[in-house]
C-alpha cells in the first residue's frame, strides 16, 4: 500500500475521469436513475465507494455498449462531451473547422450554434453562400434560413423559401416545411394560414402543427374548434407510448398550456 501512496492523487483523478465519462454516457444512453445518481457523486464529490461504482458502469454498461455499437456510442459520448464545452468557444472551434473546409455540413452546423447564441443574423450570413451556390434548393439549407427568418421577424422572405422546398422530400420535410409556412403567413395576417395548418396536420410526422394550430385558432376567437383539437391532442399523448411522449414533450406541453386559457 505505502508503495501506491505516490500514485494514489493520479489513480482518483482517472477514477474521477471515468465517473464524468460515464455520466455523460448515462445521462445521453437514458440508464436508470441509481446509475446517474451514483456517477454524479463519483463526478463531482468523489468518494470511494462511488469511484468503485463508476469502475463498475464502465466495465459492465459502458464498454460493452461500446462494443456492441462502437460507432453510434461512441459518436453519442462525444456528442456529450462537446456539448459540455461553452457555447462561445463551440462557436469559435466550429468557424475555424469551417474556414479549413467550406462544406455544407460545416456551415450548417456554424449556424446552428450561432443561432442558438441568439445571433440569428450571424447565422444567416453564415448561411447565405449557400443560398446562391449549388444547395440553393438544398431542404435543409432553406428550412434552417427561413426559420433564421423568423426569429428576425421577417415572414416574407422566409415564405419565399419555404415556398421553394420540394415537399416530396420526405414526410417530415413536407411537415416541418408547411408548419413554418403557416407562421411565416400567420404573421403576416394571410388568409391562406388556416388551409396551409391543416394542410401541416395531414400525414404529420410530429405534433407541433396541431399545437401551433390549436394556438392560432384561439387568437382567431375560434374557441369551440381549437378545445376540439387539444381534446383530440390529450387523447393522442394518453395513448402514446413514453418514447413519443418524450419526442413530443414540447409540443403536450404547449396544448397542455393552451388548455388552461380555455377554462
Do not use: C
Not at 459492465?60 to 461500446?66: A, E, H, K, R, Y
Not at 423568423?150 to 420526405?170: G, M, Y
Not at 395548418?197 to 407541433?208: C, F, M, N, S, V
Amino acid at each position: 500500500m505505502d508503495a501506491l501512496q505516490p500514485y494514489l492523487p493520479l489513480i482518483y483523478t482517472i477514477l474521477r475521469g471515468l465517473a464524468v465519462i460515464g455520466l455523460v454516457h448515462a445521462l445521453i444512453t437514458r440508464q436508470p436513475p441509481y446509475w446517474m445518481l451514483t456517477l454524479g457523486f463519483a463526478a463531482f464529490l468523489g468518494g470511494i465507494f462511488s469511484m468503485v461504482f463508476s469502475l463498475v458502469y464502465v466495465f459492465t454498461v459502458l464498454i460493452p455498449s461500446l462494443r456492441g455499437g462502437t460507432r453510434v456510442a461512441g459518436r453519442a459520448v462525444a456528442r456529450g462531451v462537446e456539448s459540455l464545452k461553452p457555447l462561445d468557444l463551440r462557436i469559435r472551434e466550429a468557424h475555424e473547422q469551417l474556414q479549413e473546409s467550406d462544406t455544407l455540413q460545416n456551415r450548417a452546423d456554424l449556424a446552428a450554434l450561432q443561432a442558438r447564441a441568439g445571433r440569428p443574423d450571424d447565422a444567416q450570413a453564415t448561411l447565405a453562400p449557400l443560398l446562391s451556390g449549388i444547395y440553393a434548393d438544398d431542404p435543409v439549407v432553406l428550412l434552417t434560413s427561413a426559420e433564421l427568418d423568423l426569429a428576425r421577424q421577417e415572414p416574407a422572405p422566409a415564405a419565399a423559401k419555404l415556398n421553394r422546398v420540394d415537399l416530396k422530400t420526405s414526410a417530415a420535410t413536407r411537415t416541418r416545411t408547411l408548419t413554418l409556412l403557416a407562421q411565416a403567413q400567420d404573421a403576416q395576417n394571410l388568409p391562406e394560414t388556416d388551409q396551409t395548418y391543416r394542410d401541416a396536420i395531414t400525414g404529420a410526422t410530429t405534433e407541433e402543427p396541431r399545437a401551433r394550430y390549436a394556438a392560432y385558432l384561439i387568437r382567431q376567437g375560434r374557441e369551440d374548434e381549437a378545445r376540439a383539437l387539444l381534446d383530440a391532442l390529450a387523447k393522442t399523448e394518453q395513448k402514446a407510448s413514453s418514447l413519443y411522449r418524450r419526442q413530443e414533450r414540447e409540443w403536450f406541453q404547449m396544448a397542455a398550456g393552451l388548455r388552461k386559457e380555455l377554462k
